[in-house]
């Protein structure tokens, strides 16, 4: 059984669990015709199918703790298995930060879960909704925020201009509540 619950200053030391692999194997490519936004996907070729982490954070709970929400999916002995972080934006939109599931949970509703409670956080706090960003090569979370009721409301091409990573793009995900 998962229990979804906040992060305090009592378990803050969960808000660190360690980034894990996942697999790029394909793109996501928007398209927007002046009026409404569409994507259609490119699996890779099977030679251009990565695996990749991210660094891990090292988040800051008490200097985080008044910008943020900190959500943790935990199992059935206590260990957090999922995190959520949602953060207090200008919008009208409260920004999700950081949304992770430990490899063995992957594909168990989990995501989901810590979703809903990021939703209950956005109504709390007279929010329209919740938006993110997923990078248009990790075709695995951009189809999971398509899947979980967001929409594409963005496309940034140039935030990787210059890097090693200058192959990818950025898709604004909203999600209304």
Known sequence: MIEIKRISEATKDD????NEPFTLWGKMIPTY??????YTTKKFEESKIIE??????????????????FVGAYNECGKCIGLGI??????????L???????EYRGHGIGKLLLDEGKKIAAENSY????????????SACLFYIKSGFVIGGFN????????QANKSNIYFYLEI
């Open 86 to 95: 949602f953060r207090h934006d200008w919008f009208k939109y409260l920004y």
């Open 52 to 69: 990749m982490v991210f660094p891990n954070e090292n988040y800051n709970f008490d200097a985080l703790k008044k910008e943020c929400f």
């Open 128 to 139: 329209r909704g919740i938006y993110t960003i997923g990078q248009d090569n990790n075709l």
């Open 15 to 18: 808000i660190n669990i360690p």
């Open 157 to 164: 091409t140039h935030v990787y201009r210059g890097t090693n």
């Open 33 to 38: 015709d002046g009026k409404k936004w569409a």
């Open 97 to 103: 930060d950081d949304l992770k599931v430990c490899r």
